[in-house]
């Protein structure tokens, strides 16, 4: 048998061919890829600036596939134990896209930072791709304690008063230019403050008289010439004169089972009181002692779940005339 010879296209034939594929192109476009392919819609890393080092950052990132086959997330994996990472979406179909966020805890650093997260995808071409955050630390401000509480105040205020010391790195550029209370019956007063490593402020509070019955909360605002850090708050609490008062001010249990009782606490200062629990795992009973003095006994319900519990117990005055009293309540539910 003689096969017929393959004949070639002359060139004019070549030319008009190649002219048909060139228009094709520009109408349709390119070819699509062939398999997943992960692209990040915008920035891969973010450039967060200063920052102080109690401040956490949070990011969303958009991973978009540019393929015609399924994208699968394999793993996201943190480049430093600081940094954590979730996806809305592990399968990204063809044109789709998934969320990853990423959160940056600096508080073990000071410096210049570069943290993120590494995504693993079955992008053949591109399988990592890494996104995340560039971040300078400011050296940290201590401030010690962070809170104040002097427990039961007296008519007349407080016996004596408390110190908070703001300790400033010495190659941080700051001054503490005022000291303030949010609040008529507390005062605050300050002095600089030379350590061997450091140096800031002293600030000493006093409860003066006129705080009101039971629980109170106030604010210290410590102002700075530092334009970041513009202001430091010193939180402070203690119970006034009068009002409610819980001994023990909270329950500890070790281990108890569902159904059986896991402590009890007296409350004096108030008539007709009301008694809630912040959980339905734990019941909490009233019973009145004397005038004025009631005993709060507290069990577990029989349904309560095994696990650590965490609760707070809320006694409180209808007429409103006396702040809400809270007990916190913790043990194990065996």
């Avoid at 004949?7 to 228009?23: G, K, N």
């Avoid at 939180?235 to 909270?250: N, T």
Wanted: proline share 7%; hydrophobic share 45%.
């Amino acid at each position: 048998m003689i096969r017929a010879a393959r004949s070639t296209p002359s060139f004019p034939a070549r030319a008009l061919l190649f002219a048909t594929a060139l228009v094709a192109l520009q109408m349709w476009g390119p070819v699509a890829w062939a398999g997943p392919r992960a692209t990040i819609v915008g920035e891969k890393v973010v450039d967060a600036g200063s920052i102080e080092p109690t401040e956490v950052l949070q990011y969303e990132f958009t991973l978009r596939n540019d393929g015609d086959a399924t994208l699968a997330i394999e793993d996201l994996q943190p480049t430093c134990y600081c940094v954590t990472a979730r996806t809305t979406l592990w399968d990204v179909p063809a044109g789709g896209t998934a969320t990853i966020h990423v959160r940056v805890d600096p508080s073990d650093f000071v410096g210049d930072l570069d943290k993120g997260v590494e995504i693993l995808t079955n992008d053949p071409d591109t399988p990592v791709l890494l996104v995340g955050a560039k971040i300078h630390v400011r050296p940290g401000i201590a401030v010690v304690p962070p809170e104040l509480d002097f427990g039961a105040v007296g008519a007349e205020g407080s016996s004596q008063g408390l110190k908070v010391d703001i300790k400033v790195p010495r190659d941080r550029d700051l001054e503490i230019t005022k000291v303030v209370s949010q609040v008529e019956y507390m005062s605050a007063e300050w002095e600089p403050l030379e350590l061997e490593d450091r140096y800031g402020a002293r600030v000493w509070v006093d409860v003066l008289a006129g705080a009101p019955a039971g629980a109170f909360k106030g604010t210290i605002v410590v102002h700075t010439s530092d334009p970041s850090l513009p202001t430091i708050e010193i939180p402070v609490h203690g119970r006034g004169p009068g009002g409610l008062s819980a001994a023990p001010e909270k329950v500890v249990f070790a281990s108890a089972s569902a159904g059986s009782e896991v402590g009890s606490f007296d409350v004096h200062g108030g008539s007709n009181l009301k008694v809630s629990s912040s959980s339905s795992s734990l019941l909490a009973q009233l019973e009145a002692v004397a005038e004025l003095h009631y005993r709060v006994k507290l069990s577990l319900a029989p349904e309560a779940r095994a696990g650590r519990l965490m609760a707070r117990i809320i006694v409180s005055m209808p007429d409103g005339s006396h702040p809400d009293l809270t007990v916190p309540v913790m043990g194990i539910v065996r």
